[in-house]
């Protein structure tokens, strides 16, 4: 348990915690909590800490129905163990099955106009199919609106200025990116439009792609051309894959890394330009 307010900030180094004191005696499922934000772990599901993470909530700013009936079901004495795990298996791999969904309903934009004959779930199926998952559309409607677990909790910034402020921001206020979406990024000597933080990272790296072509990277922010290696692997140049399940922060974070191994400055040469609603 960390102090309330501690979270924010440092959930990978926590997971990484919690994975150590999990390495001999393994708890069926784990909590990390600093009070106000609770992230439940499933401990015996596969891949790292961070990917057995199947959901979280907000003790002050979530729905009261929604945080009781997640303590009903995981943590209640006549649940646990054997119903709580199972509770927690099913919503972690509802967990998976709505991002996939999410960012198909992305990538389903570009197609309306190609199979006008489709409604949004029917494309979104397609979409599915041809990356090799076979949902029923049933479970895509009931997975369609599913809050997604963040990698970090969101911090909603308040202020008494309602215009619509473009800002171009430095990469050193990562504060600014949460909750804001992306126009164009500016790589070394280029701009770049794009739509979500998702395509910042892929720019970028695409961008440095060019400059590198032997990217010999290890830690969470590389590529590899093995997409088995990733939780939720994004397609670069080159055959090159990396992980794109991570919040804006985090990308930023990445792309930053990835600019000083390439030889330049990331504060200076890393550029993000978003609208956001003040």
Not at 218 to 235: L, N
Request: with cysteine; charged share 30%.
């Amino acid at each position: 348990m960390k102090a309330v307010g501690k979270m924010r900030g440092n959930i990978e180094s926590s997971e990484d915690q919690l994975q150590d004191y999990n390495f001999f005696n393994t708890a069926s499922i784990t909590i990390l909590t600093d009070g106000k934000i609770w992230r439940f772990y499933l401990s015996s599901a596969t891949g790292t800490f961070a990917q057995k993470l199947f959901c979280t909530f907000d003790l002050i700013e979530d729905n009261i129905d929604y945080i009781v009936s997640i303590l009903t079901e995981v943590l209640s004495k006549n649940r646990f163990v054997k119903d709580a795990v199972n509770t927690a298996e099913k919503m972690l791999n509802d967990l998976k099955l709505s991002k996939e969904i999410e960012i198909a309903k992305h990538d389903a934009k570009d197609k309306t106009s190609e199979f006008p004959e489709l409604n949004n779930y029917q494309l979104v199926q397609f979409i599915l199919k041809e990356r090799g998952h076979e949902i029923s559309l049933e479970e895509i409607k009931r997975l369609w609106e599913k809050k997604l677990v963040p990698i970090e909790p969101v911090i909603v910034i308040d202020t008494p200025n309602p215009k619509p402020v473009k800002k171009t921001t430095s990469i050193l206020k990562p504060s600014l990116y949460r909750g804001n979406m992306p126009k164009r990024v500016f790589v070394i000597d280029t701009w770049y439009n794009v739509n979500t933080w998702r395509d910042v990272k892929i720019v970028t790296y695409n961008h440095l792609i060019k400059i590198k072509a032997n990217l010999a990277i290890e830690g969470v922010y590389r590529v590899s051309k093995d997409r088995d290696e990733f939780h939720e692997a994004i397609k670069l140049d080159n055959s090159w894959f990396t992980e794109g399940n991570r919040s804006a922060d985090a990308i930023v974070g990445h792309c930053k890394n990835m600019m000083k191994f390439a030889g330049y400055e990331g504060d200076k040469e890393l550029k993000i330009e978003t609208d956001v609603e003040l």
